[in-house]
Each structure stands twice: as structure tokens, then as C-alpha cells.
DNA sequence: CCCTTTCCATAACCTGGCGGCATGGATGTG
DNA sequence: CACATCCATGCCGCCAGGTTATGGAAAGGG
């Protein structure tokens, strides 16, 4: 008997959510199209998964034993993927590299050459992560090595070797009254609104809007994005400002964003990270020996 | 990422044949849809699976690491959805009973009589199971009791309880020289071509053959059939003979097949078969019950 | 040396399935 | 009594998958 595995993600989801509508909304699918997938899915096994009521859809009991199994089995065929990607990347020698837009700086370039020169007939493939995702896919299995800030949530799942520590700035509308200022107190912009992270990002958005660093005072929120572009257009736009590492400035200059250093508030700490299971692996760790070397040597 | 299980099949089914055409005849689909499925795969992972060549196909590092973990994955797909239908027919209160055409009898519809009258409620549900099947669907878990003959193949991983012994006749052409006889000795049997179940059987074909039974002579087979059907019209056309029991002389009556009393063979024997998982299950002890008394009681 | 066989890949065609939109029916709610 | 909320259904367009027919490459046999 066999199933697309998104016939049950849409069962899960139907399942936590007693609803199609609501379900349908969180699968980015219209709601006749689940009814369908239900319906296909329960004709499939010959079982009467749900009792459809107006109040919703309450699981029956053998809909309970199959709510009971499928993730588990979701979760393990995510799994197998990453590991057939894995030694894809291994096969192949290719190093994949996640990164986030403000992690990766001038030094990036020569780690990668550095890097290959003590590897040859391996390649780096980079990719840059969104915000929404700390890890830069690390934490997914997704790459072998990740360039990230601390600090992020999970951190204590993975190895991380710490680059460089750089100040936070604040980018602020360069009409901004603010920004005329060359320097400025964090406590100057507590009551501005902020562009922030989408909120599934944790620690790491209370991190950038450094929510533990105002005397407990409640954030205000100007606009939510998590894609550079969307960022420095909020910023620019006027809806409000927000805390960045100091080489934003550099990577992130834009016509009406402003860049000025911040007093008060802690650095930012770039680190480069990889999976427990690759500690003993050759190529990774000769990747994170050029990042060290890449901020330690040179200099 | 979303994959049909019926991709997962086709993938280890080439992984294990080594070749396309052999995969596809065995999948029952043509080559060129085989071609494209694994392709299709190849695409989604986005991964090389296998390297062509005019010898076949060879898996790849990673093909090799996905032909590893997708076989339990599936069983555990498949087990699941056994778990799910047994929650069903839990539910609605059916006892679903799988028999082997020869294994069901007049007593039958006196067990599942009495079985109604323990149970109010409860509906029996009675499986027809192919030869190719010895345990009627209860090995796979497709029903929670099975009327079969005893020996079968992964007897011992079931419990069973016998409930009569029955002698093994002969079905032969009725045009056959040894038709006119009205008794044989199996001996007499010995050099004739026989109607067998299919090879994938095993110790239920051996046993129906009498394999063992024959002094360590080969056996000549005359055909393979795994429905009733077949059977009886193989016998009618003469292409052999075949053991079968006693009761099938009246339910498998038919012109242009003889049954005949053989001596020198051992007698074949009815039981009732379930789940060790189900010994505290009171339901499918009852079922048992019922069978029993119908052979012991009412004599 | 050529012919045949055995692989896998490709092209052309056709059908069935699936998704989206619009709408309907049932049922509580202000 | 109108409204809001949910799920089901009808219709339409499109893509995906299957089949048949065919091609090309390579190995084995006469």
C-alpha cells in the first residue's frame, strides 16, 4: 500500500490542528484541496480516520494510532534524506557551508581559498541561510559547517569555535533624527520601534533586539522581515531601526539606511559551528582550522 | 521533502535486481516508467543514485546509504497501517477471520453462530486467502484469526490451535488409468506429474507434494496454480495430480476430477491460528473457543 | 566481421489525478 | 433573522505518470 508522505504531513497537521481551514492555511493550501488529501488518504487505508463535525475534525481511534506513528516515521525518512544528501556531498567532496548574510565578511573568500589549497579536488559550496534559521541549516543536517553569530538556540547540540566579536551598531532611517548624532546609547533607542525577526526565531531575534539588555522594559515593534532585502527596506521606509554588526555597515550600505555605533549594548560574536557527528572528520575540521586562522594568523 | 512510498519501492526493487528491466517486470510496470521513477527520484533528493551502464545499474556511495535505511522504513510504513486497520476493525467491532479455501468447512457457519451469540455486536469478517498465502493474511496482519493447515511455514511465531485431522485423498483426471481404482497407496503416486502451489510457498508446497513422503524421490511436477480454480481445471485437463483433503471430495467437486482414498501418506490437519499478540485479547479467544467446540462439543 | 541480444534513454500520446475557485449546506451565534 | 464558521462539492485547467514504439551502445555468438 503506498502513500506520498504529504498526504500524512497533511494528516499530522489536520490532526494537531482539528481543522481544515486552520490546517490548510498552515500548508499554504486552499481548504477543498486537504478535504481531498483527507478523503484520499482514509479511502487509502479503508479506515475512517476523523469524525468531521461543524466544531471540526476529531480524531477517531484508529486515526489516533496512525497520529501516533506517522511522525516518527516522518521524522525518520527527514532523515534518511540528510543522510543520502550527506554522503552525496561526501562522494563528491564538496563541503557545504550555510551561512547567514552577517556572518560571512571580508575573511570569507580566503578562508575558502585557504581551504582549498589544503584540500584539492574538494570544493566549498556556501549558502546563505534567511534569518529565520540561526543554524544556517546546520541544525537540519543540511550542511556540513555553519558560519553564524552566537548567541543561537540549540547551541549546546553543536560544536562552535569562536571567530571574532564585533560590536553592534544600530541602522536607523537616515532621515531619522537620531542619525545625526555620530554616536549613540543603546538607552536612546529603547522606545523606538524595531525591525525584528520573525518571532519563531527565539533567542535569536531577542538577541538582535537585545530584549535582555533594557532594564525589562517591553519592545516596540515596527515591522517583522527575514530576508536582508526586506530588512533594509524596512529601515529605510521609516518603520523603525534596528541593532546590526558593525560590518553591516559595509555589506549592508544602502542609500537612506543609516549605520552609527551604540554604547551600551553588548558585541556580537561570529563563531563557525559543525555537528558533534563530524568531530572526527578530516575535512571539517581542517575547514574550521582555516576560519581560525583566517582571524588568528594573518593578523 | 515529499516522496511516494511506490518511488521507495521501485528504488529498492532496482537496488536489489540491478537492472531496470528485470525491476520493472517484477514491479508489473513497463521499463520506461521504471526509467522515469527513478529519475523522478534521482531529481527530488537531488542526488545520483545509481551509475548506468550497458552491464546495468550500479548504486552510488549515496544509493548504497538510502538502499540501507528505506527497507525498515517501509516495514515500519507497513506496520503502521496494520496497526491502523487493526484499530479499526477494533473499533467497529469486526473480527476479521482469514481461511484457506480448503481449510473452511460445514462447521463454519456454526462457529461463527455461536461466535455472533457471545459477541452481540460484533461482526465476523471472513477473508478468502490465496494459496500463495498459508497463514490466510495473519503473518502480514491483515486479520486477528485464521482457519489454515497445519504444517505451515512460520508456524511457530503463531499460536495454534489444532481442532481435526483429516486424511489426504487424491484429485486425479477421472479418464485416468488409476481413477478406475477405488483406493491407491501413495506409492503408486510416485512417478505421476503433479498439480503443485507455487515455488515462493515453500514448506506448504513441499508439504502438498508430500515431498518428504516419497522415500527421497524427486518430484514431477505437472503445473502451478495458486487459486482453487486453476487447481481443479489443471487436474481436468490431466496436466497432473494433486493431494488434497478429504473434504475437498464434496467441495471441490467437478466433472473430469476423481478423488480417491491414498494409504501411505499422513493425514492433514485443521486449525485455528492467531496473533501471540493477541493472547489476552478476549475477543479472538472467544473466536478460538467457538472453533474448538464445534469439533468437540456438538459430537 | 556481422548479427543478435540486452541494456537503458527518449519521444509521442493519453488519461487520471490534483489543485484552485466558487458555491452549497449545516449549525451555532449575536 | 442575518451572519459567521466549517466542511463538502462541482467545475475547470494543468501536470504527472503510464504505455507503446523506437533509438543507441555494447557485449556475445556464429
Redesign the pocket.
Same mark, same amino acid.
Given at each position: 500500500m503506498d502513500v506520498?508522505t504529504?498526504l500524512l504531513r497533511s494528516f499530522v497537521a489536520v490532526a494537531e490542528e482539528? &481543522?481544515?481551514?486552520?490546517a490548510a492555511e498552515r500548508l499554504? $493550501? &486552499? *481548504?477543498?484541496?486537504l !478535504? #481531498? *488529501? $483527507? #478523503? *484520499?488518504l482514509e479511502t487509502l487505508l479503508g479506515v475512517a480516520l476523523f469524525t #468531521?463535525? #461543524? !466544531?471540526?475534525?476529531a480524531l477517531t481511534e484508529p486515526g489516533r494510532a496512525l497520529a501516533r506513528r506517522v511522525p516518527p516515521l516522518l521524522a525518520d525518512w527527514d532523515g534518511t534524506l540528510r543522510e543520502a544528501r550527506g554522503a552525496a556531498s561526501r562522494a563528491e567532496r564538496v563541503l557545504r557551508v550555510g551561512f547567514l548574510a552577517s556572518a560571512a565578511n571580508e575573511s570569507t573568500p580566503g578562508i575558502i581559498a585557504e581551504f582549498t589549497r589544503r584540500r584539492p579536488g574538494w570544493r566549498v559550496e556556501m549558502r546563505q541561510a534567511a534569518w529565520s534559521d540561526p543554524t544556517a541549516g546546520l541544525a537540519e543536517g543540511d550542511v556540513d559547517a555553519a558560519l553564524l553569530r552566537l548567541p543561537f538556540p540549540g547551541q549546546g547540540a553543536l560544536r562552535v569555535a569562536e571567530l571574532l566579536e564585533e560590536p553592534r551598531w544600530v541602522a536607523l532611517p537616515s532621515g531619522h533624527p537620531l542619525a545625526a548624532r555620530e554616536e549613540l546609547s543603546f538607552q536612546e533607542l529603547w522606545d523606538e520601534p524595531f525591525v525584528a525577526a520573525p518571532p519563531d526565531t527565539g533567542p535569536w531575534r531577542d538577541y538582535w533586539l537585545a530584549a535582555d539588555e533594557r532594564g525589562g522594559r517591553p519592545v516596540r515593534i515596527g515591522a517583522v522581515t527575514d530576508r536582508p532585502d526586506d530588512w533594509l527596506s524596512a529601515i529605510a521606509n521609516g518603520y523603525g531601526v534596528a541593532l546590526a554588526p558593525e560590518s553591516a555597515a559595509r555589506f549592508y550600505a544602502r542609500p537612506g539606511v543609516a549605520y552609527r555605533p551604540v554604547s551600551g549594548v553588548s558585541p556580537s560574536r561570529v563563531a563557525v559551528a559543525w555537528a558533534p557527528a563530524d568531530d572526527g572528520n578530516a575535512v571539517v575540521r581542517d575547514f574550521v582550522d582555516c576560519c581560525r586562522e583566517a582571524v588568528t594568523g594573518p593578523r
Open positions: 506520498d504529504r482539528g &481543522s481544515l481551514t486552520r499554504f $493550501v &486552499s *481548504q477543498p484541496a !478535504t #481531498r *488529501q $483527507v #478523503r *484520499q #468531521r463535525s #461543524r !466544531t471540526g475534525m
